[in-house]
């Protein structure tokens, strides 16, 4: 069948049971925006910044197990997409990014609107394609969706010049793909595996580490039946949250720079450390000099070759597709003759308790001022811990990870690895259209809300009903919080003055904007807000300004050199 | 240490950017690339040198292993192999120099393929060591330019890296 370029791009896309495109039309798409006017398989979602497009299906993406797609046109299309693009490529988002691109011999003239896309979208990207004539249209986008979700997930952009979009090709759609060069290993070697089975079951100190590899190959179950074989400490990273449910009596809270006293510590004394699908990332581990002090084995499942022994020596590495390699464990737990010692791990649970007596999330509540941490308690409260939860970056992330006790995984969308401010509410629109009718709480603040605002604008066309929990503490809390702890309260441009008044700016948006200053009226304003079941409403939370994220292990420290309140300074 | 490491990539555009960009980007360091197609036009083979711990040396052929368009990469230098570099120099050749030139390369194996009545163009293949020996054995006022390409290397006897 004889079609053109563009009418191929969107065929493919409903053949890949693409539900939205988040996107933002411009010269060098006009042929495919005139294809997707034309049918209605695929929904297009218009945001206001390129941006966005690509925080919305990260987060579409993050919150299903689908491919996210973003389309945008040549040039600041492109540049305005590269922070969303890198931002899913560092926590390994499966996406499609289809690019405009000028046509073919304007290419390199320095046209309008042109720039290598190509070129500067690879350090950031899984792979990325130019394609040059129509009739590869087709392989290439079966292509680009099969690296985005196969093997290590990440971005795959597809940059198509205009005229391609108008030439005409043969259209049949691959029913499959084979690359020579591209073979993810599925299967984990199964010596390695037993080797990793006798030394959980010789292990006196068991310690669990699982990061968003156990999400993103939604293995949650396994992993939980392993915790629960084990009888052992599990902890979650920050983008792992939710692999393991928050409010078991095994789990020992998320680990790390932010992380629990009892998280940190189990981490350091284990004798035997299984890590799965995290990348001992230095938000992680702190200091890989201080963490490598205390000897013990470690076992390491990651799909990624590159990330096993990168940052610390591993014993007995595990490359494989995590829920293949996890149910190969526990068959061999299963089959095995062997018990984990539970004596040994009576000990051991006796030593966790102490550590968790320390309570490190205790924080002093007040009746005049609002706490931080206090709304986000009332919000796990009020959404009975089952709200899809995404966040921006800073002070308010790291309080929505430590006090959101999240039990299923998908619920907790944050930029862990690039740290991007300005995803919040674009996330939100993502994770709203993918699960229509469920609560979706933004937790941000007045710096990073800021950062994508406009997007608000996009909520109220497409109906979304977020509800934007704003910490807003008129400092750029986190790094006020360095600013005050390594250079002596300095706070060098990280006080916002002339802010805008937020519940009157959503109000402009056509939305319900509320302002908190209460703690008594906490509680109150989230259940109105979440009754409001189509509105979207920002909560502007007044809160203490000089609150602190606690426990912290400072940058270059140990793992268990953690500072727990302030009185520690 | 220094490494000898191979590469078989798929001989598309942008395909040596991806590589190169990647030591960029990581900080690994680079001596030499060499990179032209195979008998199979479908594929390229490159030899890249490079320096660094053990440590570093895995992550490199991890990394590029990750490299979508990447086939195969072997660390020639695991093994016996054999190093091969092609440099042309051009020299002055005048007067007495001449005839010492033509003594010094035919020494070192090395070729004459262009001759002037004041240059000559010299034509060496060696490992890097011996090409540099050559540079070093010659008046240095001499050298009017060189050109090298960088080290290619293959394993020795069943050492085979094809598809």
Not at chain 1, 41 to 64: F, G, I, K, M
Not at chain 1, 468 to 495: A, D, F, P, T
């Amino acid at each position: 069948m004889l079609l053109t370029g563009a009418e191929i791009v969107v065929r493919c896309l409903a053949e890949e049971k693409v539900e939205y495109v988040f996107g933002y039309p411009g010269g060098a798409v006009l042929y495919l925006y005139d294809e997707l006017f034309k049918q209605d398989a695929v929904r297009h979602v218009l945001v206001r910044h390129e941006q966005a497009a690509l925080h919305a299906a990260d987060a579409y993406s993050r919150s299903t197990d689908r491919v996210g797609v973003a389309l945008v046109t040549s040039g600041p299309g492109v540049t305005n997409a590269i922070t969303g693009i890198a931002t899913a490529y560092m926590d390994s988002i499966p996406m499609v990014i289809i690019s405009g691109q000028v046509p073919t011999a304007a290419i390199g003239q320095d046209a309008f609107q042109e720039c290598d896309t190509v070129g500067i979208t690879r350090p950031c990207v899984k792979h990325n394609f130019l394609v040059k004539d129509a009739k590869d249209i087709a392989s290439t986008i079966k292509k680009a969706f099969y690296i985005a979700k196969t093997g290590r997930p990440g971005p795959v952009l597809v940059d198509i010049p205009k005229d391609i979009t108008i030439a005409k090709a043969e259209y049949e759609y691959p029913k499959s793909v084979t690359m020579r060069s591209y073979n993810p290993i599925i299967k984990g070697h199964q010596g390695q595996i037993k080797k990793a089975v006798q030394l959980l079951l010789d292990a006196k100190r068991p310690m669990i580490y699982a990061g968003g590899g156990v999400i993103l190959s939604d293995c949650s179950e396994q992993l939980t039946k392993l915790v629960r074989t084990l009888g052992a400490p599990c902890t979650n990273t920050l983008m792992g949250l939710g692999a393991y449910p928050a409010t078991d009596k095994q789990f020992v809270g998320m680990l790390g720079m932010h992380g629990n006293y009892e998280a940190n510590m189990a981490m350091q004394y284990c004798d035997v450390l299984i890590a799965v699908g995290a990348r001992f990332d230095d938000r992680v581990i702190g200091n890989p000099a201080d963490f490598a002090r205390i000897a013990r084995k470690i076992i390491h499942i990651d799909i990624d070759p590159s990330s096993i022994s990168k940052r610390v020596k591993v014993d007995v590495p595990i490359v494989g597709n995590l829920p293949d390699v996890l149910d190969d464990i526990l068959r061999l737990l299963d089959g095995s003759a062997d018990r984990p010692d539970q004596e040994a791990l009576g000990e051991w649970w006796k030593q966790i308790e102490e550590w968790r007596r320390r309570d490190c999330l205790k924080y002093k509540q007040s009746d005049e001022i609002i706490k931080p941490q206090f709304v986000i308690e009332k919000l796990w409260e009020v959404t009975k811990g089952d709200a899809f939860v995404t966040s921006d970056v800073g002070q308010h992330q790291m309080w929505a990870a430590q006090y959101y006790k999240f039990d299923k995984p998908r619920r907790w969308l944050n930029s862990g690895g690039l740290g991007t401010m300005g995803v919040g509410i674009p996330y939100g629109i993502g994770v709203q259209l993918a699960h229509p009718g469920s609560p979706v709480a933004v937790v941000t603040g007045e710096g990073s809300v800021q950062m994508n605002i406009q997007e608000l604008s996009t909520c109220k066309q497409y109906r979304i009903p977020l509800k934007i929990c704003s910490l807003n503490n008129r400092y750029l809390g986190m790094v006020r919080q360095w600013q005050e702890i390594i250079h002596g309260n300095r706070y060098s441009e990280s006080y916002m003055d002339s802010l805008p008044d937020f519940p009157k700016l959503a109000e402009a948006y056509g939305h319900i904007g509320m302002r908190i200053e209460k703690p008594g009226d906490v509680e109150g304003a989230l259940r109105e807000a979440f009754k409001r079941k189509n509105d979207l409403v920002f909560l502007d939370f007044q809160v203490d300004q000089t609150e602190n994220v606690y426990p912290m292990v400072m940058g270059g420290k140990g793992l268990t050199d953690m500072i727990l309140s302030s009185e520690d300074l | 240490m220094r490494h000898v490491i191979s590469v078989l990539i798929e001989n598309e555009a942008g395909a040596l950017s991806r590589v190169s960009g990647l030591f960029s980007a990581r900080g690994y360091n680079i001596e030499s690339l060499t990179v032209a197609p195979t008998e199979d036009v479908s594929l390229s083979r490159m030899t890249i040198i490079s320096t660094g711990s053990d440590d570093i040396i895995e992550q490199i052929t991890k990394q590029l292993n990750k490299l979508i368009e990447v086939v195969k990469v072997v660390d020639l230098s695991e093994a016996a192999h054999v190093e091969r570099e092609l440099m042309l120099i051009k020299v002055r050749a005048t007067g007495k120099d001449r005839e010492e030139l033509k003594r010094v390369a035919d020494i070192f194996r090395g070729r004459i393929i262009d001759v002037t009545d004041s240059t000559y163009v010299i034509e060496l293949t060696g490992n890097t060591s011996k090409l540099d020996s050559f540079v070093g054995a010659i008046d240095a006022s001499l050298i009017l330019e060189t050109v090298r390409t960088g080290v290619c290397g293959i394993g020795r006897g069943d050492r085979i890296l094809r598809l």
